[in-house]
């Protein structure tokens, strides 16, 4: 069975404090991995797909990395406004059998 | 940008009603899926759909059933409601079991009281 798990479950940063949250996984056969974003009372919103160990993927203030076990997304000098719940996916298999299976989330919260 | 959308933000019922949650996606899109979210749960799959008029249960089809009848929309069904079946519905889709992206729509919060 494909596992999923975040951590740390909530962080609290400092305007400007770098940092990483991890998403560690246990699936048979990596088709792809996702990071979202989700705003309080909203749907998920798509942020990245990696593929494979070794990649990342960035955009603005996010980072993501890859590895055969993990994937980070490092926050570099984040803003209030990056405050969400960041989720983490994973997909394998194939057909109807690929479906997401995701983790908890980690709620960010960035404060001035 | 594909669109998917749920046709209630908030819904409150009571216990034993019929309940119907809509979702309507504008990009042709073949796959489709009812998740629901619980604090500390994450997302759950309840019910998703490859094709017109077929389906596959997920991880949590009890008390639940869905129609897909139009490529473009999915109903989740609530046969009888139960307060255990409060929670923040949320609806996606996504092009084929080859584009890895979930598109999702805004969620459906249900109440059951």
């Known amino acids: 069975e494909d596992q999923v798990t975040q951590s740390p479950e909530a962080l609290r940063l400092q305007e400007g404090e770098s940092s990483s949250l991890n998403c560690s996984y246990t699936v048979s056969g990596l088709r792809g991995l996702f990071w979202y974003r989700q705003d309080p009372g909203k749907g998920p919103e798509f942020l990245f797909t990696l593929y494979s160990a070794g990649e990342e993927k960035e955009k603005e203030r996010l980072k993501a990395t890859l590895t055969k076990k993990e994937s980070f997304l490092h926050i570099t000098a984040p803003k209030p406004e990056d405050s969400a719940t960041y989720l983490c996916a994973v997909q394998a298999g194939t057909g109807t059998a690929s479906k997401l299976t995701f983790g908890t989330g980690t709620r960010l919260q960035v404060t001035l | 940008d594909v669109k998917v959308t749920q046709s209630s933000r908030y819904l409150v019922k009571r216990t034993g009603e019929k309940v119907f949650l809509e979702c309507v996606q504008d990009?042709?899109?073949?796959?489709m899926f009812w998740y629901r979210q619980d604090p500390g749960l994450g997302l759950r799959l309840i019910y998703f759909s490859y094709d017109v008029k077929m389906k596959e249960k997920g991880d949590i089809p009890e008390g639940y059933s869905v129609s897909r009848e139009k490529k473009e929309r999915f109903s989740l069904i609530l046969e009888s409601a139960s307060t255990n079946q409060t929670s923040m519905y949320l609806c996606?889709?996504?092009?084929?079991?080859?584009?890895?992206?979930?598109?999702f729509g805004s969620g459906t919060r249900l109440t059951v009281v």
């Open positions: 996606a889709s996504s092009l084929s079991w080859d584009n890895y992206g979930y598109t």
């Open positions: 990009m042709d899109h073949e796959n």
